[in-house]
């Protein structure tokens, strides 16, 4: 190429690949939320807003019927010519490519109109001009798969195209509203539903394909270079505009100089905006950089960085020119990067020599914030740095505390830990390393910095525990770092199941309340303390079952916040979770905490299942329980599933493998813990009097619910009731069962001859006893264990 006289070889493509901007993704997003805003409107709200545009039309519609055909003519023919103007300025520009996506758009744009409860009906477009011409344009300009067309092919030309012809074309098309009003006409509700879908699916395809970068302004960077004293004589691409910057190594006529050119396009780094903003609504405000408001000045921030860092003598790089283009481009030009990356020369420089580099840059306040290995560089014994696009002058202590923490990770994996930690005590002192290794955790140390380390995890672990051994801290509590922790965010989703399975019972508050002026107060009380010992219960069982070896006031405290886990997972997983972590925190492994929670459920498996079969028995005599017994028909087909289950486990492979490998193991544990169990047997009265009081207490809470609206069944009924509805709604995918629950539980006593009126109420009371009055205490009793780290 040629520039002011001067003939500049460039080899290597210029051509840009396509990429997806941020701006295509905003334009889909706000695409699909106009497409739902015309749907919803159309639905609900149409029938006003035909009298809205009426009302306009009558104010606006100053026209004669004479001029108003005119311009209803001359718009209808600039609508008609308009797709095939747009298709023929594409094929002028030479944008091949763009062909098959343009006539992608046209079709899904006018099929996804045409589809109807009897099939696809096609367009009736005719150009029969017999009739009137303003009349045959109608069909165009009144269609909506038209009009859809036009807006999905000038959505997906759009990035090809210049931005004033996009302009006058877009306004063009969105002219339609105006000129219906002006004729006094109303606009029809599918031409807006055409020119919503056509945007959504110009949007998508171009989000699909992606879009191209602008033409390179090459010329303008060469004379920009020219103004600082290097005249270009030639060009190489390194790399191509894609997700970073167009990379070109630029040469004078001076044999030794070199510059790097590095050309940032509008779109090339367009999604940084949105992760600065992630990051700013993610981390907490000292955690993060001012944000940067264009591309411009990222490239000059960086620039700037690398000259004050330069003048420290610690820059590898060395600015040479930083200017705005023409078009969007941005022109950041420097020295070509000056020794070799640290990982090809760590016998070369010494592990304290890096973090003496870095004390220096933190003693003028400076954070780099992108520690790479490839970033630090050894020239002649001297230790450099580069990058720069994460620098930071007047940094915060939290910028600094990290730079120290990517150090660690990255000299640990370098070197090794116990020199990286000595070393960085040697640099920082012995406090401000222990304060930085806070950060030694996946969420403060950066992705790009863990990603340029083997095994990423095992290095913080090593890095983390030879800064608890040279320091001789007991612990390193993980440094909150973000606005909002996983403990919260599990918090909030178990908040939102509440909400969801507490739904149906405040549904039916109003009827309950107004039962409950009939109950008599005492069994209601009796069944409330009940329901409490049932946690106590509970408490001494898992208390037995790990050996004694928490408190057990704090485990008893445990199982009400373990209620409000339970109920608010399916299955009541939240709760062996959380049972399974109170355990580790108070001093057992986590294979023992495990161990321990498994003998307790498998205990309580076993009482009851033998409760459920004595209490059957002495309810057999005096009860017909045959409401609870399936027929024969169900008890034969329940029989062959299960012969056929075992069956298909015992002849393939694959399930065979699988029950040696993951289930025969645990069977096995389960079976030697209960082995072992027997022969303590004061051990195993207690875990047994405790699972049999955690049944039996449910069952006598149910039984004093239905004594308090004047109930006269037996104890022994409702501890069937309570045993066989509790196992048939087990299964139920709700949390907590609700619903099944209470519809098992209702059946059940219906099937003993309680009426409804007694029930229902006794049922709902026994709820609110043993199940939501524990959840709502549970939330704050949960947050006071976590407060106080036993959780």
Same mark, same amino acid.
């Given at each position: 190429?040629?520039?002011?006289?001067?003939?500049?070889?460039?080899t290597?493509?210029?051509?840009?690949?396509?990429t997806?901007?941020?701006?295509?993704i905003?334009?889909?997003a706000l695409?699909? &939320?106009f497409?739902?805003?015309?749907?919803?409107?159309?639905?609900?709200?149409r029938y006003?807003w035909v009298?809205?545009?009426?009302?306009?039309?009558?104010?606006?519609?100053?026209?004669?019927?004479?001029?108003?055909?005119l311009v209803?003519?001359?718009y209808?023919?600039a609508?008609?010519?308009?797709p095939?103007?747009i298709l023929?300025?594409l094929?002028?520009?030479r944008q091949?490519?763009?062909?098959?996506a343009?006539?992608?758009?046209?079709?899904i744009?006018?099929l996804?109109?045409s589809?109807?409860?009897n099939?696809?009906a096609?367009?009736? #477009?005719?150009f029969?001009?017999?009739d009137?011409?303003?009349?045959?344009?109608?069909?165009?300009?009144d269609?909506?798969r038209?009009?859809?067309?036009?807006a999905? &092919?000038l959505?997906?030309?759009?990035?090809?195209?210049s931005?004033?012809?996009?302009?006058?074309? #877009?306004?063009?098309?969105?002219a339609?509203?105006p000129?219906?009003?002006?004729?006094s006409?109303?606009?029809?509700?599918?031409?807006?539903?055409?020119?919503a879908?056509?945007?959504f699916?110009?949007?998508?395809? &171009?989000?699909?394909?992606?879009?191209?970068a602008?033409?390179?302004?090459?010329?303008?960077?060469l004379?920009?270079m020219?103004r600082?004293?290097?005249a270009?004589?030639?060009?190489?691409?390194?790399?191509?505009?894609?997700?970073g910057p167009l990379?070109?190594?630029?040469?004078?006529?001076?044999?030794?100089?070199?510059?790097?050119?590095e050309?940032y396009?509008?779109?090339q780094r367009?999604g940084?905006a949105?992760r600065?903003v992630?990051?700013?609504?993610?981390?907490?405000?000292?955690?993060?950089?001012?944000?940067?408001?264009?591309?411009?000045?990222?490239?000059?921030?960086?620039a700037?960085m690398?000259?004050?860092?330069?003048?420290?003598?610690?820059?590898?790089?060395? =600015?040479?020119?930083?200017?705005a283009l023409?078009?969007?481009?941005?022109?950041?030009a420097?020295?070509?990067?000056?020794?070799?990356?640290?990982?090809?020369?760590?016998?070369?420089? =010494?592990?304290?020599?890096? #973090?003496?580099?870095l004390?220096?840059?933190h003693?003028?306040q400076?954070?780099?914030?992108?520690?790479?290995a490839?970033?630090?560089t050894?020239?002649? !014994?001297?230790?450099l740095?580069?990058?720069?696009?994460?620098?930071?002058?007047?940094?915060?202590?939290?910028?600094?505390?990290?730079?120290?923490?990517?150090?660690?990770?990255?000299?640990?994996?370098?070197?090794?830990a116990?020199?990286?930690?000595?070393?960085?005590?040697?640099?920082?002192?012995r406090?401000? &390393?222990? =304060?930085?290794?806070?950060r030694?955790?996946?969420?403060?140390?950066p992705?790009?910095?863990?990603d340029a380390?083997?095994?990423?995890?095992?290095?913080?672990?090593q890095?983390r525990?030879?800064?608890?051994?040279?320091?001789?801290?007991?612990?390193?509590q993980?440094?909150?770092?973000?606005?909002f922790?996983?403990?919260?965010?599990?918090?909030?989703?178990?908040?939102?199941?509440?909400?969801?399975v507490a739904?149906?019972?405040?549904?039916t508050?109003?009827?309950?309340?107004?039962?409950?002026?009939?109950?008599n107060w005492?069994?209601?009380?009796? !069944?409330?303390?009940?329901?409490?010992?049932?946690?106590?219960?509970a408490?001494?069982?898992?208390?037995?079952?790990?050996d004694?070896?928490v408190?057990?006031?704090?485990?008893a405290?445990m199982?009400?916040?373990?209620?409000?886990?339970?109920?608010?997972?399916?299955?009541?997983v939240?709760?062996?979770?959380?049972s399974?972590?109170?355990?580790?925190?108070? !001093?057992?492994?986590?294979?023992r905490?495990?161990?321990?929670?498994a003998?307790q459920q498998?205990?309580?498996?076993?009482?009851?299942?033998?409760?459920?079969?004595?209490?059957?028995?002495?309810a057999g005599?005096s009860?017909?329980?045959?409401?609870f017994?399936p027929d024969a028909?169900?008890?034969?087909?329940?029989a062959?599933?299960?012969?056929g289950?075992?069956?298909?486990?015992l002849a393939?492979?694959?399930?065979?493998?699988?029950?040696?490998?993951a289930?025969?193991?645990?069977?096995?544990?389960?079976?030697?813990?209960?082995?072992?169990?027997?022969?303590?047997p004061?051990?195993?009265?207690?875990i047994?009097l405790?699972?049999?009081?955690?049944?039996?207490?449910?069952?006598?809470?149910?039984?004093?619910?239905?004594?308090a609206?004047?109930?006269?069944?037996s104890?022994?009924?409702?501890?069937?009731?309570?045993?066989?509805?509790?196992?048939l709604?087990?299964?139920?995918?709700?949390?907590?069962?609700?619903g099944a629950?209470?519809?098992?539980?209702i059946?059940?006593?219906?099937a003993?001859?309680?009426?409804?009126?007694?029930?229902v109420?006794?049922?709902?009371?026994?709820?609110?006893?043993?199940?939501?009055?524990p959840?709502?205490?549970?939330w704050?009793?949960?947050r006071?264990? =976590?407060?106080?780290?036993?959780?």
């Open positions: 190429m040629r520039v002011d006289g001067r003939d500049i070889t460039v290597g493509s210029l051509l840009q690949p396509l997806r901007r941020t701006n295509d905003l334009r889909l695409a699909a &939320v497409l739902a805003t015309v749907i919803t409107s159309s639905l609900i709200t006003e009298a809205l545009e009426r009302s306009i039309s009558e104010i606006v519609g100053v026209l004669t019927p004479t001029q108003s055909n209803y003519l001359a209808g023919i609508i008609l010519a308009l095939f103007v023929v300025s094929i002028l520009s091949w490519k763009l062909l098959g343009y006539a992608a758009a046209g079709l744009a006018i996804s109109l589809i109807t409860g099939g696809v096609a367009p009736q #477009w005719h029969d001009l017999n009137r011409l303003d009349t045959q344009l109608s069909q165009f300009l269609d909506p038209w009009i859809a067309m036009l999905a &092919v959505t997906v030309s759009g990035p090809w195209l931005r004033r012809l996009r302009r006058w074309w #877009w306004t063009l098309l969105l339609f509203v000129i219906h009003l002006v004729v006409a109303v606009v029809p509700a599918r031409s807006l539903l055409g020119l879908v056509g945007w699916v110009g949007a998508l395809i &171009v989000w699909v394909v992606g879009t191209p602008l033409e390179v302004p090459l010329d303008g960077a004379r920009a020219a600082r004293g290097f270009v004589s030639a060009l190489t691409v390194v790399r191509p505009a894609g997700a990379l070109l190594t630029a040469e004078s006529h001076d044999p030794d100089a070199t510059a790097v050119v050309l396009g509008p779109n367009s940084g949105v600065q992630w990051r700013k609504l993610r981390f907490r405000t000292d955690e993060t950089a001012p944000l940067q408001t264009s591309m411009r000045r990222a490239v000059e921030h960086r700037l690398a000259i004050a860092i330069g003048d420290l003598g610690l820059a590898s790089t060395s =600015t040479m020119s930083v200017a023409d078009r969007g481009w941005t022109l950041y420097h020295n070509p990067k000056r020794g070799a990356p640290l990982d090809s020369c760590t016998d070369e420089a =010494t592990v304290g020599r890096v #973090w003496r580099a004390r220096t840059l003693d003028h400076i954070a780099h914030g992108d520690l790479r490839k970033e630090i050894v020239d002649d !014994g001297a230790v740095f580069g990058g720069f696009g994460n620098a930071e002058y007047g940094a915060t202590d939290a910028q600094l505390q990290s730079d120290i923490a990517q150090l660690l990770v990255t000299t640990t994996a370098l070197y090794d116990p020199s990286a930690v000595s070393a960085a005590i040697a640099a920082f002192g406090d401000t &390393v222990l =304060t930085a290794s806070r030694l955790t996946k969420s403060a140390v992705g790009r910095v863990r380390v083997d095994q990423p995890k095992e290095v913080l672990a890095a525990d030879e800064v608890m051994h040279q320091t001789g801290a007991d612990q390193i993980a440094e909150t770092i973000t606005r922790t996983r403990t919260q965010i599990i918090q909030l989703v178990l908040l939102g199941a509440l909400v969801y739904y149906p019972f405040i549904s508050v109003p009827t309950f309340f107004s039962e409950l002026r009939t109950a005492w069994w209601a009380l009796l !069944g409330l303390t009940v329901s409490a010992l049932t946690y106590v219960g408490a001494a069982a898992l208390w037995a079952c790990a004694g070896l408190s057990f006031r704090n485990l405290i199982q009400v916040a373990n209620t409000f886990a339970a109920t608010t997972t399916p299955a009541g939240g709760g062996l979770a959380l399974t972590r109170f355990l580790q925190k108070g !001093g057992l492994s986590t294979m905490a495990t161990a321990a929670v003998l498998s205990v309580q498996v076993i009482v009851h299942v033998a409760l459920l079969i004595f209490f059957s028995t002495v005599a009860a017909d329980l045959s409401h017994v028909t169900v008890l034969y087909l329940i062959g599933v299960a012969l289950l075992v069956g298909a486990f393939v492979p694959k399930l065979r493998r699988w029950l040696a490998s289930i025969r193991p645990k069977l096995k544990e389960v079976t030697s813990d209960l082995i072992k169990l027997a022969r303590e004061k051990r195993l009265g207690l047994v405790g699972a049999a009081g955690t049944t039996l207490g449910a069952a006598l809470a149910l039984w004093a619910s239905v004594e609206f004047g109930g006269d069944t104890f022994v009924t409702v501890t069937v009731v309570t045993m066989i509805g509790g196992t709604a087990s299964a139920a995918p709700t949390p907590g069962g609700v629950v209470e519809a098992a539980l059946g059940g006593l219906a003993f001859g309680v009426p409804a009126a007694i029930g109420p006794a049922v709902l009371l026994y709820r609110v006893l043993t199940c939501w009055l959840v709502f205490i549970g704050p009793v949960m006071w264990l =976590t407060e106080n780290e036993m959780i």
